[in-house]
């Protein structure tokens, strides 16, 4: 099984940075796409970025020009960076990967635990 540790959220002014981590842990597997959604209260949860094992990435509308998803495949860690924050930025931020396990080729769909950013007007 793999695991999946979210950090770098909290309380940030209205134009104000964040960056966001996601490490992947756990044995024999391997990466495909590594994405961030997020989840304010009420709404339904929502891609913010993604990005490929090829280093493509894509972008919801809202963020675009704001966010940058990377990635570092040697450490199995994702990062989104969030500038321009504001207030309907709002949310539980939560890592998701799709991947597959070494020599059997078992896909895996796993989420992080979510990390709060909130950000103040």
């Known amino acids: 099984q793999v695991q999946l540790v979210e950090s770098g959220g909290g309380l940030v002014q209205r134009g104000g940075s964040l960056r966001l981590s996601c490490s992947v842990s756990g044995s024999s597997f391997g990466i495909n796409v590594m994405n961030w959604y997020r989840q304010a209260p009420g709404n339904q949860r929502e891609l913010v970025a993604g990005?490929?094992?090829?280093?493509?990435?894509n972008y919801a509308d809202s963020v675009k020009g704001r966010f940058t998803i990377s990635r570092d495949s040697a450490k199995n860690t994702a990062y989104l960076q969030m500038s321009s924050l504001r207030p309907e930025d709002t949310a539980v931020y939560y890592c998701?990967?799709?991947?597959?396990?070494?020599?059997?080729?078992?896909?895996?769909?796993?989420w992080g635990q979510g990390t709060q950013v909130t950000v103040a007007s």
């Open positions: 990005i490929s094992s090829g280093g493509f990435t």
């Open positions: 998701h990967v799709l991947g597959y396990y070494d020599g059997t080729y078992s896909p895996f769909d796993s």
